[in-house]
């Protein structure tokens, strides 16, 4: 099971920090790509990143100078950072490790 939490509103300029708490299996042992995905409105589904059960991290090409995805080990979760925000990282954003998803969570970007 998979649960998003952080702010619901960023404004821009600033650094969007979410969290995604696996419960149910290890990040170190358990499937292999944890994934930020996000849906903007009326929009599809884009992928942000990912970090493996090794730790390594792969971004995203358009948003790789912006996006930070880290891990807490002992608290089983990862983190997604994403800076300089502006209204257009509007969305719903969802961690991903297959085959389960979380609820999604929603950012607006506002000031």
């Known amino acids: 099971q998979l649960q998003e939490s952080g702010p619901g509103l960023v404004k821009p300029s600033q650094t969007l920090s979410l969290t995604c708490a696996v419960s149910?299996?290890?990040?170190?042992?358990?499937?292999?790509?944890y994934n930020w995905i996000r849906r903007p409105p009326g929009k599809g589904l884009e992928w942000l990143g990912a970090?493996?059960?090794?730790?390594?991290?792969i971004y995203s090409p358009s948003l790789k100078s912006r996006t930070s995805i880290s891990r807490d080990t002992s608290k089983n979760q990862f983190t997604l950072q994403l800076s300089s925000v502006s209204p257009e990282d509007t969305a719903v954003y969802y961690c991903?490790?297959?085959?389960?998803w979380g609820q999604g969570t929603q950012v607006t970007v506002s000031s």
């Open positions: 991903f490790t297959s085959p389960f």
């Open positions: 149910g299996g290890s990040i170190t042992t358990n499937g292999y790509y």
């Open positions: 970090i493996d059960i090794g730790g390594n991290t």
